[in-house]
């Protein structure tokens, strides 16, 4: 008895000495980076054409023409390259500070090896040089995957810096999620494709805090880890660095110790999927997206695509004869509702009759005739049919699933239209008594707030169109003087009300534009009322005099949800709306060309007035 005693004692203390050293030992982790030029090639010939037989004058003058491009061409400059690894760290009196773990000259090439007590998050910073601002990589050390870096060097006036083939954000193991792709079916296409993930990190505070990661193809294939205390979807972005135009947005179903594959999806040429074997992701995605009768319908419609380009390529004619009729499902939810015509546009307010019918000429002028048209028809079809596929697998969990949590990810998969609040803010009513509390405080009811909140504002969007009057505000000026708009109105003929804030980088770009017509049509009776939606008074304040605006300044600064943004419907900026003496609406969400064109025709080319020096995109736009 006393050998066996002896034996569980001597088991234990070596029991015990092997969890010291364990919970003692420290991580080692590997950081390696290198330069990966995108610059083109330049042959034997290249060189050849670059010679010339004029005189030394000629050739000067050629270099100091071409100078700018030639120098963007040339390799980067990595002579006062400086790398800095560093992370934070809490001293005694509780003080956030930086430590330095490297620091040195960065010359192409880098390889260090080190250890840690823990899974620690990281800076990599590059400065090329004292002129160029600093890029930075966030990740994560001594999660038992080395870190691989690369300075693309692109024949643009920017150069990539990015985590090559594996990107690991792993603070908690046991929340641990793991996606891995292999790109290889798009052949040499896919080489250096862009991986770009977003999902929400829950804090000590138990508020989420938005993450993101973006990592490269490496040999076309990627790892992405992180970790989730719950269930979320998440957001995973693919860019075709060498396919123009080439950019899928896919949803994945996270959860902790989840296992992701991003792979071809069936056998279509170009189009990708992210699958699991099992969890909440293949209830919710695999489901509808890996059914055989949803991958034909696809392949169908990626065929006749391919159709449609080449003859909008080479200039033919479809023909009725040689396009299959497309025959919906007898489910399908079109088959069942009743068609009914309704006119959505409303009649003009009293007194904004002339807005209405300026709009009505113009669009009248600008109609245009649909060429392939059974063809395209036949493809808009499928693809109507592809969506409601989703729509009802994925309506069909919010509505009666057994478990509360797939109801709730089915809600944020959003199958119903984005503006169409009301089902989804009925089924979180009822999530509410169903999931635990403290996963209801921190995300569902304010979920619920926010939803209430942008339905007023798709309401009030849907409502301002053309012909209608703007809703009346007072708000405080950058002299903190109160200003009414409708006061304001009166004295102008016409007013470009421009909803934007300090940090909306396409509002800022549109100032240069807005700033000469201003300039141009301000005598003629034009003003521009500028709305502030920034959150605080010093960033807009700051922004105003950056930008030096001269026009009418004003701050709601209440971010997304002040008053005045919800009346005008406001979700995006820049938002602009044009309006007349009366507050009459007359073009909505209106930019710079487009406003140009509307006041030269209304009071004639100003000689002050400059061509743009670069065409301004119509489109761009900042999101809430």
Not at 7 to 28: E, K, R
Not at 74 to 83: G, I, N, R, T
Not at 397 to 411: F, G, N, T
Not at 439 to 453: D, Y
Request: with cysteine; net charge negative.
């Amino acid at each position: 008895m006393k050998y066996f005693v002896s034996y569980i004692s001597a088991f234990c203390a070596v029991t015990l000495l092997v969890v010291i050293s364990h919970a003692d030992a420290s991580i080692p982790y590997k950081i390696t980076g290198e330069v990966i030029s995108e610059l083109p090639e330049v042959t034997e010939q290249d060189e050849t054409d670059a010679e010339t037989d004029g005189d030394e004058s000629d050739v000067v003058a050629e270099e100091s023409e071409t100078s700018t491009e030639d120098r963007a061409l040339e390799p980067v400059d990595l002579s006062d390259a400086v790398l800095t690894i560093s992370h934070e760290v809490t001293n005694d009196e509780g003080e956030v500070e930086t430590a330095i773990l490297v620091e040195e000259h960065f010359d192409g090439t880098f390889d260090y090896e080190g250890v840690i007590d823990e899974a620690t998050e990281v800076k990599i910073t590059l400065r090329v040089s004292e002129d160029v601002e600093p890029m930075e990589i966030d990740t994560v050390i001594g999660t038992g995957r080395d870190i691989h870096f690369a300075l693309l060097d692109n024949s643009g006036p920017d150069d990539g810096f990015t985590l090559l083939g594996t990107s690991s954000y792993v603070l908690n193991q046991k929340n641990k999620f793991t996606i891995t792709g292999d790109l290889s079916f798009l052949g040499d296409d896919a080489e250096r494709t862009m991986l770009m993930f977003y999902w929400d990190k829950i804090g000590a505070d138990g508020e989420s805090h938005r993450s993101s990661v973006d990592v490269v193809t490496y040999d076309n294939s990627f790892v992405i880890e992180g970790d989730t205390s719950i269930p979320q979807i998440a957001d995973l972005y693919v860019i075709g660095s060498h396919i123009p135009g080439f950019f899928l947005t896919l949803d994945v179903v996270l959860e902790p110790q989840g296992k992701y594959t991003v792979s071809q999806l069936g056998d279509l040429s170009e189009e990708i999927g992210v699958s699991s074997e099992s969890g909440y992701h293949a209830l919710l995605i695999d489901s509808w997206q890996q059914d055989e009768d949803y991958l034909a319908l696809h392949k169908t419609l990626e065929l006749d695509n391919e159709w449609l380009q080449e003859l909008i390529r080479t200039g033919a004619e479809d023909s009725d004869s040689e396009i299959t009729d497309y025959e919906k499902p007898a489910d399908s939810a079109d088959d069942k509702a009743e068609v009914v015509a309704v006119s959505t546009t409303p009649k003009p307010a009293e007194g904004c009759e002339d807005a209405v019918a300026e709009t009505e000429e113009e669009v009248a002028q600008t109609k245009a005739v649909v060429k392939h048209q059974a063809l395209t028809s036949k493809i808009s079809a499928m693809k109507r049919d592809l969506d409601n596929r989703r729509s009802r697998a994925i309506k069909t969990i919010a509505e009666s699933h057994k478990d509360p949590m797939a109801r709730y990810l089915a809600v944020r998969l959003n199958p119903w239209s984005r503006s169409d609040y009301a089902p989804r803010i009925s089924i979180l009513r009822e999530l509410e008594t169903d999931l635990e509390e403290e996963f209801v405080s921190v995300h569902v009811t304010p979920l619920i707030g926010r939803m209430e909140q942008a339905a007023v504002k798709a309401s009030n969007d849907s409502r301002l169109t053309v012909g209608q009057r703007v809703p009346a505000f007072s708000l405080a000026n950058y002299d903190d003087e109160d200003v009414a708009l409708f006061d304001l109105l009166g004295e102008r003929d016409f007013v470009l009300i421009d909803f934007w804030a300090s940090w909306c980088g396409p509002c800022i770009a549109d100032f240069p534009e807005l700033k000469k017509l201003y300039t141009a049509y301000n005598d003629e009776g034009f003003e521009i009322v500028g709305v502030s939606i920034d959150d605080n008074m010093a960033d807009w304040k700051e922004g105003v005099d950056e930008h030096e605006l001269p026009w009418v300044n004003l701050g709601e600064l209440k971010d997304w949800g002040g008053p005045v943004a919800v009346s005008y419907g406001v979700s995006a900026i820049p938002a602009g709306f044009l309006v007349d003496s009366d507050g009459c609406i007359y073009k909505k969400n209106i930019r710079p060309a487009a406003l140009k064109e509307f006041l030269v025709d209304r009071y004639g080319m100003d000689e002050s007035l400059e061509e743009p020096d670069e065409e301004i995109e119509e489109t761009q736009d900042v999101s809430s």
